[in-house]
């Protein structure tokens, strides 16, 4: 079974300041790692995603997410924080689920607050 | 390019009667078609998922089912919907393969009352 732990329900950053939004993974396999980010009232988005080669992967709006394997750990990070970015962020892990489809396991979640 | 469309984007419901959502996939053929909900604004489960016309797997057992009528039509039924049943109703479209991303579309608000 594949599951994903976001640790964190609320993350408060200073708007400039750099943030991270932190995400680990348990999958049997190799993982294939994805960041979505939801505004109020509205579907999701995605940012970005690991598939294999360079850890540090680069997304929209300025994210990027860094794929540690011994930690089991995908965490999202943006170098100065802005306003705009306050929303709910969501890591997703995906693996084989059989009759050709594949699933995506979601955490449950991560409010950012960006302060101005 | 790709757009995917639901609707209605709010219903408001009574205890018992039935319900009928419906998603649609533009610019792409034989997508993988699925079914969220989002309780409360957090977690999303994955309700049902479907790889082709009329194929459709159920994850979770409740009194709501799905439906591909057609290539890029998603419908999600109940015949009599509970209290339970309110959340945020998302449809999501994939091509085939385990890292191949799924594109959301804006998602229904369903209240029952």
């Known amino acids: 079974a594949q599951s994903v732990a976001q640790p964190e329900d609320q993350v408060n950053v200073a708007e400039g300041n750099p943030l991270t939004v932190k995400c680990t993974y348990s999958v049997s396999g190799n993982p294939y790692l994805f960041w979505y980010v939801q505004y109020p009232n509205r579907g999701l988005q995605f940012l970005l995603k690991?598939?294999?080669?360079?850890?540090l992967v680069k997304g929209s709006y300025g994210f990027e997410a860094e794929f540690n394997k011994s930690q089991t750990s995908f965490h999202l990070k943006k170098p100065s924080a802005l306003v705009s970015d306050s929303a709910l962020y969501f890591c997703?892990?995906?693996?084989?689920?059989?009759?050709?489809?594949?699933?995506?396991?979601f955490g449950k979640g991560t409010k950012l607050s960006v302060i101005p | 390019s790709q757009t995917i469309h639901q609707w209605p984007a709010t219903l408001v419901q009574p205890v018992g009667s039935p319900l009928s959502l419906e998603c649609t996939v533009e610019?792409?053929?034989?997508?993988?078609l699925y079914w969220y909900r989002q309780a409360a604004g957090r977690g999303l489960q994955l309700l049902f998922y479907?790889?082709?016309?009329?194929?459709i797997s159920s994850e979770v057992p409740q009194n709501l089912s799905a439906s591909r009528p057609q290539d890029r039509q998603f419908i999600l039924s109940s015949k009599k919907l509970l209290l339970s049943d309110s959340g945020f109703y998302l449809c999501a479209w994939s091509v085939q393969g385990p890292w191949e991303t799924q594109y959301f579309g804006p998602g229904t608000r369903l209240l029952v009352l």
């Open positions: 690991y598939i294999t080669g360079d850890n």
């Open positions: 997703a892990v995906s693996s084989p689920s059989g009759a050709g489809s594949y699933q995506l396991t």
């Open positions: 610019g792409t053929s034989n997508p993988n």
């Open positions: 479907s790889v082709g016309i009329g194929q």
